[in-house]
């Protein structure tokens, strides 16, 4: 498979060819490609991804709601976020910065469950107070929970060692409030598309985060005080 990667005036103004021939043989230039379950698009919005992921779990909800009165809260819990949730969560840090259009149309598809899950009316309003009883955050937290995870593990951990290398501790030159915070280095990107990449969006969640939470001596406690932090903010 062949496609080229840019922003769209950048893809439009090129003359790109329609294939490329390897080997004798010509293959065509698409416009989105599927690795490792994650569909990328040329301008990499994750549109047709979210579209494949909603549809999905649109179908699963549909089924759960027709078995919803034979199961307990508790299996109804469990089964629509091992099914759903996971589809919703998998590969969600590439997410981070997307149009808020796709990730509202992502969190309809949760409310959904939340109603399916707790045998809810579609009231408006009631979505927060479902997701905090079944202790789910919303979809952008989810995005951001996901992504301080992995700057923990890579920055503090080292782990693993390719992301662990693009994270630096901030160093001012001269003595300010923020020396001793535990930061990182940010950057400042023009390009939405680049400003979403790992190095960039990192330390800007971290930073984002209280100083007591950035500074957790053990994962255990860092994934627990950041579902808090982030829960608050989910109730603001």
Same mark, same amino acid.
């Given at each position: 498979e062949v496609i080229f990667f840019g922003t769209q005036q950048r893809l439009k103004r090129l003359h *790109?060819?329609? !294939? $490329? !021939?390897i080997g004798g043989n010509n293959i065509t230039v698409s416009d989105n490609v599927r690795i490792l379950g994650v569909r990328l698009d040329s301008q990499l919005t994750f549109n047709k991804h979210i579209d494949d992921v909603i549809r999905i779990c649109n179908y699963h909800i549909?089924? *759960?709601r027709q078995i919803r009165h034979c199961l307990s809260y508790d299996a109804a819990r469990t089964i629509g976020f091992s099914i759903v949730g996971s589809r919703i969560d998998y590969c969600n840090s590439l997410f981070y910065n997307s149009n808020r259009g796709a990730l509202g149309r992502l969190q309809r598809v949760q409310n959904s469950l939340a109603r399916v899950v707790c045998?809810?009316?579609? $009231?408006p309003g009631n979505s927060t107070s479902l997701l905090r009883q079944l202790h789910w955050l919303r979809i952008e937290s989810r995005i951001k929970y996901k992504l301080a995870l992995l700057t923990y593990k890579s920055y503090k951990l080292g782990q693993p060692p390719y992301l662990h290398s693009l994270l630096h501790q901030h160093q001012p030159v001269r003595m300010l409030r923020s020396t001793g915070c535990d930061q990182l280095v940010t950057h400042r990107i023009g390009l939405t598309m680049a400003a979403r990449r790992f190095s960039v969006a990192a330390p800007r969640v971290w930073n984002n985060l209280p100083r007591d939470i950035r500074s957790a001596n053990s994962i255990v406690s860092f994934k627990a005080a950041l579902k808090t932090h982030l829960f608050n903010l989910d109730e603001v």
């Open positions: *790109l060819p329609t !294939s $490329i !021939s549909r089924a *759960l045998e809810a009316p579609r $009231i």
